[in-house]
């Protein structure tokens, strides 16, 4: 038997998913986020389920072009445009669509001549200060794209929200009115919205809205005990035990020695560790199936392992499955235990895990793969 851990995805999750995201926007365009190979559940497979998408956003030409030799034909955005130069044919070539975010990136389009003008999304900073223009600068900035010989006739708008996982915030709301007021008058398509835009701010929808981390299933709401649409989980990540052993009152497990067991109890060791993406410091108490049935992680995560608490557990064996997330156990629940957000646990899987489609593409646990 070779080692068994799996990242199990659900082209039914996403499809659904892309379906609460359809029904929220009202609607608006959607642009399906999957940089990140996808936020980690692999780009083809995933561009594939969410083929149904208005269009594709992604970060760069290494995520594009094998979206277009895959047969895409959807519009696909750059989120951070050209890097360099030279790129522009490239995006040119495969027809790929470019946020223009700084001057030096105006300046090359000016620059450019060629059969193929491209179509370019003006960003703007309206509070994050990340990328973008000013709102004082944007007048001037579209007349520069649309006198440039690179650029396309429809010149397209998107700035970034930064505090839509917060319901109670008002940033968003400062964000939208900055937005407004900074493109009164200018023609073109707008965009504002991520997941969190979508779900939670109805005034944010626009022409676009581009969901990401919701298509995977993750609620995106910091506040994630309030409700949220039925959202499924695209990835259940699995393994199995492949030890049991029985570890006397007071001995310690794992690096560290920092698990002391109480009593006499059951441990049972896991094919899976933080060489497999799993973090390491979801320790005590982390929440863990076996069989289907919820534990906690004990002791540290080791690289290729980890340990889990077996009391209570009845009939248990060696070779049982394992989820650290996915179906039945909600990936917030593990991030929230290891300091993170469910984002970085999803795109941070290494290759040595092995990864497949769900044979049933419905919903639900459904059967473990053998
Ligand atoms: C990643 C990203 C998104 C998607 O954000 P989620 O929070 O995952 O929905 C949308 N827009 C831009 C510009 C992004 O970089």
Same mark, same amino acid.
């Not at 190979?37 to 497979?45: A, C, K, Q, T």
């Not at 944007?138 to 930064?162: E, K, N, S, Y």
């Not at 919820?294 to 002791?299: D, F, M, N, P, R």
């Not at 300091?339 to 919903?363: K, M, N, Q, W």
């Given at each position: 038997?070779?080692?068994?851990? #799996?990242?199990?995805?659900? &082209?039914? =999750?996403? %499809?659904?998913?892309? $379906?609460?995201? +359809?029904? /929220?926007?009202?609607?608006?365009?959607?642009?399906?986020?999957?940089?990140?190979?996808?936020?980690?559940?692999?780009?083809?497979?995933?561009?594939?389920?969410?083929?149904?998408?208005?269009?594709?956003?992604?970060?760069?030409?290494?995520?594009?072009?094998?979206?277009?030799?895959?047969?895409?034909?959807?519009?696909?955005?750059?989120?951070?445009?050209?890097?360099?130069?030279?790129?522009?044919?490239?995006?040119?070539?495969?027809?790929?669509?470019?946020?223009?975010?700084?001057?030096?990136?105006?300046?090359?389009?000016?620059?450019?001549?060629?059969?193929?003008?491209?179509?370019?999304?003006?960003?703007?900073?309206?509070?994050?200060? #990340?990328?973008?223009?000013? &709102?004082? =600068?944007? %007048?001037?900035?579209? $007349?520069?794209? +649309?006198? /440039?010989?690179?650029?396309?006739?429809?010149?397209?708008?998107?700035?970034?929200?930064?505090?839509?996982?917060?319901?109670?915030?008002?940033?968003?709301?400062?964000?939208?009115?900055?937005?407004?007021?900074?493109?009164?008058?200018?023609?073109?398509?707008?965009?504002?919205?991520?997941?969190?835009?979508?779900?939670?701010?109805?005034?944010?929808?626009?022409?676009?809205?581009?969901?990401?981390?919701?298509?995977?299933?993750?609620?995106?709401?910091?506040?994630?005990?309030?409700?949220?649409?039925?959202?499924?989980?695209?990835?259940?990540?699995?393994?199995?035990?492949?030890?049991?052993?029985?570890?006397?009152?007071?001995?310690?497990?794992?690096?560290?020695?920092?698990?002391?067991?109480?009593?006499?109890?059951?441990?049972?060791?896991?094919?899976?560790?933080?060489?497999?993406?799993?973090?390491?410091?979801?320790?005590?108490?982390?929440?863990?199936?076996?069989?289907?049935?919820?534990?906690?992680?004990?002791?540290?995560?080791?690289?290729?392992?980890?340990?889990?608490?077996?009391?209570?557990?009845?009939?248990?064996?060696?070779?049982?499955?394992?989820?650290?997330?996915?179906?039945?156990?909600?990936?917030?629940?593990?991030?929230?235990?290891?300091?993170?957000?469910?984002?970085?646990?999803?795109?941070?899987?290494?290759?040595?895990?092995?990864?497949?489609?769900?044979?049933?593409?419905?919903?639900?646990?459904?059967?473990?793969?053998?």
């Amino acid at each position: 038997m070779s080692r068994d851990t #799996r990242a199990i995805i659900s &082209p039914g =999750a996403l %499809r659904h998913n892309l $379906q609460v995201a +359809r029904h /929220a926007a009202r609607g608006a365009r959607i642009m399906a986020v999957i940089k990140g190979n996808g936020y980690g559940h692999g780009l083809i497979r995933v561009a594939r389920a969410l083929s149904d998408a208005d269009a594709f956003g992604v970060t760069c030409l290494e995520e594009a072009v094998p979206l277009r030799e895959a047969g895409f034909v959807h519009p696909i955005l750059l989120l951070e445009g050209v890097f360099e130069e030279h790129e522009l044919e490239i995006a040119a070539r495969f027809r790929l669509d470019l946020v223009v975010h700084s001057d030096w990136q105006v300046a090359l389009l000016e620059a450019l001549g060629g059969p193929r003008p491209l179509s370019v999304w003006l960003k703007v900073d309206t509070g994050m200060h #990340r990328l973008g223009f000013p &709102p004082s =600068a944007v %007048r001037q900035t579209w $007349q520069r794209l +649309r006198d /440039a010989r690179g650029v396309g006739p429809h010149i397209r708008f998107i700035t970034h929200l930064a505090c839509a996982d917060n319901r109670d915030d008002e940033m968003t709301d400062h964000q939208l009115a900055c937005f407004r007021g900074a493109l009164e008058g200018l023609p073109g398509e707008r965009s504002l919205a991520n997941s969190a835009g979508l779900l939670g701010w109805p005034p944010v929808l626009a022409d676009w809205v581009r969901p990401g981390i919701m298509l995977y299933g993750a609620n995106p709401f910091v506040d994630g005990h309030r409700p949220c649409p039925d959202l499924r989980p695209a990835m259940t990540l699995r393994s199995r035990l492949i030890a049991i052993n029985r570890v006397a009152a007071g001995e310690t497990v794992g690096y560290g020695a920092t698990f002391r067991c109480p009593e006499d109890m059951p441990v049972g060791v896991v094919a899976i560790g933080y060489g497999d993406g799993y973090p390491r410091h979801a320790d005590t108490g982390t929440p863990i199936l076996v069989n289907g049935i919820e534990t906690q992680v004990i002791g540290r995560v080791s690289m290729d392992m980890l340990t889990v608490d077996l009391r209570g557990l009845q009939g248990v064996q060696v070779g049982d499955p394992v989820t650290l997330w996915g179906d039945g156990l909600p990936i917030e629940r593990v991030a929230e235990k290891a300091g993170t957000i469910p984002y970085e646990l999803l795109c941070r899987l290494t290759r040595r895990v092995h990864f497949e489609d769900a044979r049933d593409s419905h919903h639900g646990p459904g059967p473990y793969p053998v």
